[in-house]
């Protein structure tokens, strides 16, 4: 079965870090660009961090820029997002999606081709 799936989301404190990982089945992540999206409650969802599949180059939202890192090990079919120095405002639902292009995009649309179901992240004291 093809699928995405997200883990380790949880409560930590103002300041704090979580590391997200996005782990593939039936399918070589190797050759998909994956995207970090996440959604707050009451808003639309946003792109968050992207990695290509060739170079394995980085993007990042404004928002999250010397905060978090994206990087993915191919050995164990998998994509993380570190996210250091939290914030309130990082609290949201966290996906990942791979593109089969190789490239992706931080924009909301159609180029994804798998999504995971989300893992919850919530920054507070």
């Known amino acids: 079965q093809v699928q995405l799936v997200e883990s380790g989301g949880g409560l930590v404190q103002p300041g704090g870090s979580l590391r997200l990982s996005c782990t593939a089945s039936?399918?070589?992540?190797?050759?998909?660009?994956v995207g970090w999206f996440r959604q707050a409650p009451g808003k639309e969802r946003e792109g968050v961090s992207l990695i290509g599949s060739m170079d394995g180059s980085t993007y990042y939202a404004d928002s999250v820029k010397g905060r978090f890192t994206i990087s993915r090990d191919n050995a164990k079919n998998t994509v993380y997002l570190q996210m250091n120095s939290l914030k309130p405002e990082d609290t949201a639902v966290y996906y990942c999606?791979?593109?089969?292009?190789?490239?992706?995009?931080?924009?909301?649309?159609?180029?994804?081709?798998?999504w995971g179901q989300g893992t919850q992240v919530t920054v507070s004291s």
């Open positions: 999606a791979a593109d089969g292009s190789g490239i992706g995009t931080l924009k909301v649309g159609d180029v994804y081709d798998f």
């Open positions: 039936g399918f070589t992540l190797d050759y998909y660009a």
